[in-house]
């Protein structure tokens, strides 16, 4: 289960970002490992176009209480 979770990429940002951003594809990219209820690869157009809800730093797991 442990291993498995470490080898999954989870959804992370390319740069900082502040809240009321709306994030768009360029924001976005799959990276190892996935943290614990971040966001999965698969699921990156159903991000695009939503807004954080607070401050991000960059190579930062985005997860969907991050968004509004």
Known sequence: EETAIVQRRG???TRS???GH???KVDLFPL???TLNS???DEIAEVIGKKLRK???VDECLCWEDLE
Do not use: F, G, M, Y
Request: aromatic letters at 0%; a positive charge.
């Open 17 to 19: 970002l502040q809240a």
């Open 55 to 57: 401050d991000k730093t």
């Open 11 to 13: 959804v992370r940002l």
């Open 39 to 41: 966001i999965s690869p």
């Open 32 to 34: 190892r490992p996935r």
């Open 22 to 24: 709306v994030l768009e």
